[in-house]
């Protein structure tokens, strides 16, 4: 019996099912993660940038709406154990109808810390967006800002300024056996006031979130490997200054993946399920039931395939598809895509992304992006 081999899954399986609370993305697609972020305990280079364009164009009946965004993120392992991170990102938009708009997002400062024990990990994370994004929108600007959030479209940068906020929060991982783990995870997030539009009467302050997740991860064999977890989020109410005008209830997340893994080929298969309670806006009468704006109810299914095309050459071809639920401002509507992504690696430390996407339905979308990783 290979007795280092048997030591080492559980290790994987543990820093795979960490990896996994991250989340599929809004459509269920699957993703894959550097090899630098299989194991934050690991000595790992020091510094890995992440500089990114993306052009994103929907179009429903005559209306039209589009964006450039540039997301910049920069991860940092000060010490084995200890981590940092920071990302901004600048944005355009305008459509039909619709006043252009452009700005800054906050700063996000993030840090986590990694305790190991045998057969468990635990972190620690804190976030941090500090308040320079872009904010004081006039009415039109601030109604193409709005656009940019709804969870059918998936803009890369959903908004701009929001002020002040500050997330805590913690994860544990545990291998039950060599084949097993569950993780228990709560997070909190603070929001600050701040100023939407410039002719608020006062600020408008966000609900604070509460955040509990709980998952597993089964590794089946050598090349198989299924996650499944989910969470709970509940929110508190919002209000400019001490008038209540948003309660948004409460938003159950649960998603699972398949993962088949080979020495050049991968295949993963996503679903995602999202509900969202009825929330209650302000209205003459008083706080009355509606359909939560760009939260709504959804559900996805995506399928991806990789493969090494040579040293420095990979591609991924995905298709999903997904389902959202009537909210405030939509009726229920189906949107397809399919997504070819690229990538070359002209030096080891050094990967140039590209991606193209067309999504079709009862949304008619097309995405085209150009990145670039670099490890220094």
Known sequence: MNTTASRSRPRRLLMALLLALAGLPAAAQPQTAPPEAEDPGRTVPP??????AVYQRWMQDEQRLRAVSIPV??????????????????????????????????????????IRFERARLVFDLGVDVPTGT?????????????LGLSQYDFRVPHFGRGLAVAP???????????????????????????PVSDLPDAYDWGNEMRFTVGGAWQVGRTLRLTADGTLTRYDADAIGDVTVYEAGQRITAQAQIRKTLPRHDLQIGLRYRTVGTGRALAPGGLQPEPA???AG?????????????????????????????DALFDRITVYGIRLAPALTPAPRLTIPVHARYAFGDLDGLEAGLGLVAIL
């Open 47 to 52: 510094l890995r940038l992440s500089v990114s």
């Open 73 to 114: 993120t920069a991860e940092m392992r000060l010490r084995p154990s200890l981590g940092l991170r920071l990302g901004i990102s600048r944005a355009a938009a305008e459509g039909s109808g619709f006043e252009p708009v452009e700005g800054v997002t906050d700063l996000h400062l993030g840090l986590d810390y990694l």
């Open 135 to 147: 904010s004081r929108l006039s009415e039109a600007a601030y109604a193409t800002a709005f656009q």
């Open 169 to 195: 929060g913690v994860a544990l991982v545990a291998a039950l056996s060599d084949a097993v783990a569950i993780t228990l995870g709560a997070a909190y997030r603070y929001h600050g006031a701040f100023d």
């Open 293 to 295: 704006p760009a939260r």
């Open 298 to 326: 959804l559900f996805g299914a995506a399928a991806q395939y990789g493969v090494r095309l040579g040293p420095a050459l990979r591609a991924t071809l995905a298709v999903d598809g997904t389902r959202y639920e009537p």
